[in-house]
């Protein structure tokens, strides 16, 4: 695997040009093996993306990919088993060469169908060849009821019957997705959900590596990684992948939703679009810990259905949606995006559905909901604010009764309303809020703080039917 990928195809254009540059055939297994070999030798970039997964998952897929085997990815929703899968054209090479026009992406070494094998033994060195990027060598479907056999596979072109061929003429057969997948890598999405009668087509094409469509007598000896994502629940009641087909992959690998607090704080800054239009992040990094700990809370709540699982896409949406709330506030008041902790109130209603609860607890969603995301501010608040000194705030709402504040508050009159704080500036330092002179973040500090205050049971907290927050004592 280069270096440094070229985004220019290399020059031959001929056979000919190709057997004289001493260009060696390899399959894809091989070119997967090699490439990958030489990453782990020279400590190059394999699985880009990919967070959490370097001491569990990634080692399996390697294993599986040294030994040349198909594969399944098992596991729940939004673990990332697909963005996985797409990775694996990173450890293809950059360019390989294929019969220029063949619908099978033929190696021009190795012809397959009789029609290229007529134009090798025609044409001879002056055959045309293409280049294939890596990019294109891969191709994907998802699984679904009404998935065909034709689809996959192959079925008779009724068009090329038309124009007179003969029903016994190969060339008859329009490819499915499968074939035209040779050379590349082949994922079928939640495999458990293709038809079982369906799944059969795809019994030589793992063992025997070739296809059978409609009784024509073809051996096609393909040359592609197939690999299946499957969820458990689907593995096992809503749908099944039957034994002969799950005999045949060579590996199945349990992926998982990352284990560390910080693999998924990471996770959720690279997916995430906080800053629009190349802006910084709205959201400070105390609020990430937050919606990233409510997130694994509501994945380990008793209250939700954990068949199901909570995708990482949750927490992702959780975080834009806090940033989408500082920009609307922006938007408002004219002051700069800087989101805060009332702007965390706004993911529980809006991300209600993302979540599947058990059967008994109908009726409750936002209550649970909603505790979840007060204990884990709760949590963020002793580990970044434990032991710092608020007495000054605590005087402040003992003194002049109340502090409101809410989504549309802005953070001039926040400020205001809190007064000149002691040891502001040193709350910001804990938060990891630079911007000294910046009211944002100086009021996404405080705010933090008197809701810390109410979680500790120091102060009150009312809040009306518009959203609108007071702290009082």
């Keep these: 695997m280069p270096a440094h990928p070229s985004s220019t195809p290399p020059a031959p254009r001929t056979l000919g040009e190709l057997r004289a540059s001493g260009h060696q055939h390899r399959t894809l297994k091989a070119e997967l093996r090699a490439n990958l070999l030489e990453a782990l030798r020279t400590g190059g970039e394999r699985f880009r ?39 694996l054209t990173t450890l293809l090479d950059d360019w390989t ?35 294939l990027a890596a990019a294109d060598r891969y191709a994907e479907k998802l699984a679904t009821p009404d998935t065909s056999v034709g689809d996959l596979i192959g079925d008779v072109d009724p068009v090329k019957v038309a124009e007179g061929r003969s029903l016994g003429d190969p060339e008859t057969v329009h490819y499915g997705l499968v074939p035209r997948a040779n050379r590349g890598v082949f994922v079928i999405n939640e495999l458990p959900d293709l038809a079982e009668r369906i ?23 393909l040359d592609l990684l197939l ?54 992040s709205p959201v400070p990094d105390h609020l990430l810990e937050i919606l990233i700990r ?36 922006s938007a408002v008041t004219g002051e700069a995006p800087m989101a805060r902790v009332s702007d965390l109130a706004t993911v529980v209603a809006t991300l209600r559905g993302k979540v599947e609860f058990e059967a008994g607890e109908e009726g409750r969603e936002l209550e649970v909901l909603a505790h979840l995301l007060r204990r884990a501010t709760h949590e963020v608040f002793r580990a970044r604010l434990g032991g710092a000194d608020l007495s000054g705030l605590i005087e402040r709402i003992e003194s002049e009764g109340m502090i409101a504040t809410g989504d549309l508050v802005p953070a001039a009159d926040l400020l205001e309303a809190i007064g000149p704080l002691p040891g502001l500036a040193k709350l910001m330092e804990r938060l990891g809020l630079d911007g000294a002179e910046s009211p944002g973040q100086a009021a996404a500090a405080a705010e933090f703080a008197l809701e810390g205050l109410y979680l500790a049971r120091k102060i009150s907290k009312d809040v009306d039917g518009t959203g609108r927050v007071t702290y009082q004592s």
């Design 97 to 131: 060469p294929v019969i220029a026009g063949s619908a099978l992406r033929e190696h021009p070494y190795e012809p397959l169908t009789a029609h290229s094998r007529a134009l090798v033994a025609e044409a001879g060195d002056d055959l045309p060849i293409e280049w």
């Design 294 to 329: 409510f997130t694994r809370a509501v994945r380990e709540s008793p209250a939700v259905d954990s068949r199901s699982g909570v995708s990482a896409r949750f927490a992702i949406a959780a975080a834009e949606t806090v940033a989408a709330s500082a920009y609307r506030r």
């Design 199 to 221: 799944q059969v087509s795809l019994l030589n094409v793992l063992e025997e590596r070739d296809i059978q469509i409609r009784g024509y007598n073809l051996r096609l000896p």
């Design 49 to 87: 993306g990919i967070v959490g997964f370097d001491e569990t998952v990634l080692p399996a897929l390697e294993r599986a990919l040294l030994a040349g085997h198909d594969l399944v990815l098992l596991g729940e929703r939004g673990q990332g088993k697909t963005r996985l899968a797409r990775t």
């Design 227 to 280: 690999v299946a994502t499957a969820n458990p629940e689907d593995y096992t009641n809503r749908g099944r992948i039957i034994t002969p087909l799950k005999d045949r992959f060579g590996a199945e690998i349990r992926t998982h939703y990352p284990l560390d607090l910080a693999h998924e704080i990471a996770l959720v800054c690279q997916e995430a679009v906080l800053g629009w239009n190349g802006a910084e």
